[in-house]
């Protein structure tokens, strides 16, 4: 076969097969098949876990967290005193308690004098 | 970043040969749709950032496995009910692509139209070995280098000229009464 019979032989096989009208049906099938393939175009892709903001907004928003809790409570031991009501407390309640004491002893003399009068 | 015309129009200039293709193959309007589509689809989700010039051969490498793909399943299923009418022991352990039978029975839309030499290539075309079918296509009517050839047909680009030359020397053969 020399170059020129295959050469030819290719351009009528080629052009028989190009012949082929596939349709209105299938062309349009077609383009509607090309659009919805191009469209994932348009889709953004799915973002890797570490490529997502939260990703560098959460270790970013706890470091600054610890670093406030680290600065409050570690490094700034200087907390206002807290007033000590403990013994005022006692005290009154000492106090409450001999009036208490005193009354039941009152009570108890007015109810001897009058069971005794 | 994707240019997204220039796929575009390489996919409307391939989409009808490749639908061609694939109907010749699985004889079935539906299939071959859905081999095209899943064929865009493959080629615009994972190679659309690739260079131009890679997209031909990686189209027609999605497509050639996807057709394979649902040859296989035609194979398989043909096998699995003949299973039923008679024994076929000695075919078992053959490769249901190099050795399938040339077409099964063609949708009669498809073959209406077909006339002259047309029709007489199409029938000849029908008799060659899958490779030889795919390299002839590839080859001749995709205009696909030897090397983009082999990069679609997955083989050397040695095997690509063997089944080009062999399927052109049967094609003539074949054709000699209508064509020549």
Same mark, same amino acid.
């Given at each position: 076969m020399t170059t020129t019979d295959e050469e030819r032989f290719l351009n009528r096989a080629r052009k028989a097969l190009e012949s082929e009208d596939l349709g209105e049906d299938i062309s349009q099938r077609l383009y509607s098949a090309r659009r919805k393939a191009l469209d994932q175009l348009d889709i953004p892709e799915k973002r890797a876990v570490y490529e997502k903001p939260w990703f560098t907004v959460f270790p970013v928003g706890a470091i600054a967290a610890l670093v406030l809790v680290f600065n409050l409570?570690?490094?700034?031991?200087?907390?206002p005193e807290m007033p000590n009501y403990e013994s005022e407390l006692h005290a009154a309640a000492a106090t409450e308690l001999e009036l208490l004491e005193d009354l039941e002893f009152v009570a108890w003399m007015l109810a001897e004098d009058l069971n005794a009068g | 970043m994707t240019d997204t015309t220039a796929l575009n129009q390489f996919l409307a200039g391939v989409e009808k040969r490749a639908f061609a293709m694939a109907m010749f193959k699985v004889k079935d309007t539906e299939e071959a749709m859905d081999i095209v589509q899943d064929t865009m689809m493959m080629l615009v989700k994972k190679? *659309?950032?690739?260079? +131009?010039? +890679?997209?031909p051969p990686l189209f027609y490498r999605i497509l050639q496995n996807r057709i394979n793909d649902t040859y296989r399943k035609h194979s398989m299923r043909a096998r699995f009910f003949s299973i039923f009418t008679h024994d076929h022991d000695e075919d078992r352990d053959a490769d249901p692509i190099q050795n *399938?039978?040339?077409?099964y029975s063609a949708e009669p839309d498809f073959q209406?139209?077909? +006339?002259?030499a047309t029709a007489a290539l199409k029938q000849a075309l029908e008799l060659l070995s899958p490779r030889q079918h795919q390299a002839f296509l590839l080859r001749a009517?995709?205009?696909?280098s030897v090397a983009a050839t082999a990069r679609a047909m997955q083989c050397s680009q040695g095997s690509v000229k063997t089944h080009y030359f062999r399927a052109i020397q049967s094609l003539r053969e074949e054709l000699k009464d209508d064509w020549i």
């Open positions: 409570f570690w490094l700034d031991p200087e907390f | 190679y *659309a950032t690739k260079p +131009q010039e +890679q997209w *399938a039978p040339a077409s209406v139209g077909m +006339q002259g009517w995709e205009g696909l």
